[in-house]
């Protein structure tokens, strides 16, 4: 069974570019989350994808975008890079139809914008 | 308030004691219960679930949910210097399918 892949690993990009985040979710799953964490707090929801479309999303404005493709993987683009967009982003992956539906998580990749 | 709030800790605990973390909610719709554990750098690995009162068991690791007071915790017994990380407390409300988290507990075993 393969697990949650992310990449890539870190980043660094300066104010105002553009930045592509990919995730394979393991095998088995159908479904997408994906989450922001800052030092020393609890990942925020960004939103979710289920069978290619977003099924949810968190407080976070239209600059921060995703699509899953067929195979389930998923991307996350982030327009308008600010400061503030430093942090761990992490890709979890579920399959929806379980009860509890646990989350699965990626390595995350690490973002800093200078 | 916060939606899930935990004590940030940090909790030191004796290498071989129990370790008690503990988490509370505000979402009375709350269906189901997460506690992940995260290693500095890295990123959250599920330990366990729960969604029916009572305790479940598995291991070293028993969770507890009481859903009349709104908690939920986690006990480690036979603590291991390995089990030092932050605990994360996550919550799955009424929208199925946003977890909210709590912003974690740092856990320190000494040996």
């Known amino acids: 069974e393969t697990g949650v892949t992310q990449s890539p690993t870190h980043l660094i990009k300066t104010r105002g570019q553009q930045v592509t985040l990919r995730c394979s979710s393991q095998s088995g799953h159908n479904t997408v989350s994906w989450y922001q964490q800052a030092l020393g707090q609890g990942p925020q929801f960004i939103f979710q994808?289920?069978?290619?479309?977003?099924?949810g999303r968190g407080n976070f404005p239209p600059r921060f975008s995703g699509l899953q493709f067929p195979n389930y993987s998923s991307e996350l683009n982030v327009n308008a890079l600010e400061l503030d967009d430093s942090a761990l982003y992490l890709c979890?992956?579920?399959?929806?139809?379980?009860?509890?539906?646990?989350?699965?998580f990626g390595p995350g990749t690490r973002l800093t914008v200078l | 308030q916060k939606e899930v709030e935990q004590n940030s800790g940090p909790l030191s605990v004796p290498e071989g004691a129990i370790a008690s973390l503990n988490c509370t909610y505000s979402?009375?719709?709350?269906?189901?219960f997460f506690w992940y554990r995260q290693y500095s750098g890295k990123s959250p690995e599920l330990i366990m679930f729960?969604?029916s009162n009572g305790d479940k068991e598995d291991g070293r690791f028993t969770a507890q949910l009481n859903k009349a007071s709104q908690y939920v915790s986690l006990l480690i017994r036979d603590s291991q210097p390995s089990d030092s990380a932050t605990y994360l407390c996550?919550?799955?409300?009424?929208?199925?399918?946003?977890?909210?988290w709590g912003a974690g507990t740092k856990l320190i075993i000494k040996p």
């Open positions: 979402d009375r719709g709350s269906q189901s």
């Open positions: 979890a992956s579920s399959y929806a139809g379980t009860h509890t539906d646990e989350q699965f």
């Open positions: 994808y289920y069978r290619e479309e977003e099924n």
């Open positions: 996550a919550v799955k409300g009424r929208s199925n399918y946003q977890l909210i």
């Open positions: 729960i969604y």
